[in-house]
């Protein structure tokens, strides 16, 4: 499959389902090999399967993204198999909703870990790969990382904290030409919207999410950076 991205690799975490899931079919019409990231290995190799059966190309790779070690070895891997890295997009999230008098501290940390924590261990691990070819990083916030809701307090602070770290990391990598921007969905038809707020009505799909990435990755100037998209439907 050719196309703009072709000969780049895009690393898509959180690929296994949801917006993962779509932006990775997208990168990968428009010609990127897509390094599949996420921990369920069968829901991965039925997305690289769908990639492989229009035609592109994707590899499927189980990683923890909160185990820096297990992200740096995925990196390794993905640099030694694969095309340049032109593209990250930072989608692995997860969701708790409970009443803040009730966290657990290993609740709190496991949301930190996976939205915040694994957010800044994916982007450590290729910013080197992203100044050498003028690349883009994609962070997945929500609206939720601009606004508070109640019963989310961890999950809005982690989805802030990923707002807070892509607007100070494109300061840091604007002189490399490194795009950082986030993306900021209201309600979107996945399963973490169901897991999170049960009974909500989705703004929109996942594609609607992926397109807007897509239009990040190639699409949008260099003077677009540091910007926190919100998209509500």
């Not at 690393?11 to 949801?18: E, L, M, P, Q």
């Not at 899931?21 to 399967?49: C, H, K, P, T």
């Not at 990083?137 to 961890?154: D, F, M, Q």
Request: hydrophobic letters at 50%.
């Amino acid at each position: 499959m050719t196309g703009p991205l072709s000969g780049s690799t895009a690393v898509v975490t959180g690929a296994s389902r949801g917006i993962g899931r779509a932006i990775a079919l997208r990168m990968a019409e428009a010609g990127a090999e897509v390094a599949l990231w996420a921990r369920d290995q069968n829901a991965l190799r039925m997305v690289s399967s769908e990639i492989v059966a229009a035609r592109g190309k994707a590899r499927a790779i189980v990683v923890d993204v909160t185990n820096p070690d297990a992200v740096n070895q995925a990196a390794d891997l993905v640099r030694a198999t694969m095309p340049k890295v032109r593209i990250v997009v930072n989608n692995a999230g997860a969701v708790l909703r409970k009443p803040t008098e009730t966290i657990t501290d290993a609740e709190w940390k496991r949301i930190m870990a996976v939205n915040l924590d694994g957010t800044f261990y994916v982007t450590r691990a290729f910013v080197g790969d992203l100044k050498q070819t003028m690349g883009r990083v994609i962070n997945i916030s929500s609206i939720a990382g601009r606004e508070g809701t109640a019963l989310l307090a961890a999950y809005c602070a982690a989805k802030h904290g990923v707002v807070g770290f892509t607007r100070a990391l494109a300061e840091e990598l604007r002189t490399a030409k490194v795009c950082v921007n986030a993306i900021c969905p209201g309600s979107v038809d996945t399963a973490m919207l169901r897991e999170g707020m049960p009974g909500a009505r989705p703004d929109m799909t996942a594609d609607d999410v992926a397109k807007l990435a897509l239009f990040l990755a190639h699409v949008a100037p260099e003077a677009l950076t540091g910007t926190c998209i919100d998209v509500f439907g």
